[in-house]
């Protein structure tokens, strides 16, 4: 079953102002996925072309097939986000209408238990998004010396019990006995103090998450991604992004912040033309989904979602 994608009528409808302004639409969708967010754009839009990136093989491979009834207006591509801008100079488009993020991992990936994102689910340590290349989650366990490991556990995870975990891989990795994710996951409920194991969910939800982000680089690429894709969206463009958890949001807000503040000094009278922002929020701050949605799709209890136009060269 496909699962219905995070936010599906809210991103079509921040997006339709600048795709119905062209006379020949493109947008990409950076994190292509199972293809549902390009398949409803697709059927919205019939002079739209899509350009679908992902870093995840097995999803191209289910995207490409459903969306193949729309193969001579969808472009799919192997590729990481950040790479936005190369792969659309060598398509030969130097501007584009609209571009989508939906960070994160994806229902597939967590679905999938042999990709090793679940802790609920016994699997080797991989978390790898792109799983044909790379350095696994049994690699960075294996190799990582303990200040490295403390560091990903509280900037990444923000887990409090941090220095205990790490001790503790320290010496499962020593004696052979880390070799699952229900090792790690055992591991971390063992290293977690009881009374704090009863509040917050799952135990090893932010270990696992400080992890994956590490092995797959997420808050590095979105870091660079963004920046790009500001640059290539035309005048009326619009770039809307999905996040769903702090780290990635206020790397988020951070960059579309800054893309919408004038650089003109504020003691002037007036602003200068050349200093004027090139971007404006579509809206302050960020969206939630509506508790009908979250009822009929738990994974968007988290999203956050944030979109910037461009207004000026």
Known sequence: MIHKPVALERCLALLTPSIE?????????????????????LERFPKLRVVGLDRD?????????RLERFADRITVIHAVYDEIAEVLSELGINGVDGILFDLGVSSLQLDHVERGFSYAHTAPLDMRMDNSTGMTAADLLSNYEKSQL??????????RFA???AENIIKARASGSLKTTTDLADLIKASIPAPARRIGGNPAKRTFQAIRIEVNQELEILKRALPKALNITKVGGRVVVMSFQSLEDKIVKAIFQEASESKSPRELPVEIEELKAKFELVFRGSEKASEEEIKENSRAQSV???AIERVAS
Request: hydrophobic share 45%.
């Open 21 to 41: 302004r062209s006379a020949s639409p493109i947008v990409v969708d950076a994190t292509l996925g199972m293809g549902g967010h390009s398949e409803a754009l």
């Open 57 to 65: 093989k097995e999803a191209i491979a289910i995207a490409t097939s």
């Open 150 to 159: 403390i560091r990903i556990l509280k900037v990444y995870g923000e887990e």
């Open 163 to 165: 220095s205990r975990i």
């Open 304 to 306: 956050r979602l944030r």
